[in-house]
């Protein structure tokens, strides 16, 4: 019996070779949705929730690298405490980041990721590359805070008002709920205690 002839398309030489260095054309361009999923929601409403949720995405990723920023230059007797703090809403900041990002996807659309993208696309002003003092690391936390909070009262009326309920639910439950806890945690230390010795109530009922 003869034997079958495999196209030569199909012939490929196996060995343990890996391709490297491969390159090819992107299979879908940044701003763009995927036409056909099946989520109930409309191209627009789609290419409309990701932009917004990109803009979300940059300027979380921005405060999420802020605070790995601080956790490593804080300096001054609360060393310790703001530290770990710092890295505690690091961490938390890495998940939101993520869950951002794979709305986006879910959404058909294509999610920022590279730092030089994030950094053309947030509205966080940018810090030195030098140490600040804290009550100026702690203000620039919160008034990026404030912007995502911000941000995140207006996108989720909007999702809301075009029917993506998910979208909505995510960024209130998710990122809104986050930001105003670590808002609380952060701004008490601007508070102005004194350390050791309380002052006199005559002093304190006067600057009333
Ligand atoms: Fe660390």
Redesign the pocket.
Known sequence: MAKKEIPATRQTTINAQPRIHQHAAEIQAYGTVSHGLPLELEEPVRLEMTEQLNLLLADTMTLRDLYKKS??QVAGPTFYQL?LLF?KHYDEQVEIVDEIAERIQLLGGVSLAMAADVAETTRIERPPRGREEVPVQISRLLDAHQLIIGHCRQLAHRASELGDDGTNDMVISDVLRANELQVWFLSEHLVNMPLVEAKEPSVTAGAV
């Open positions: 956790h490593w530290h890295d």
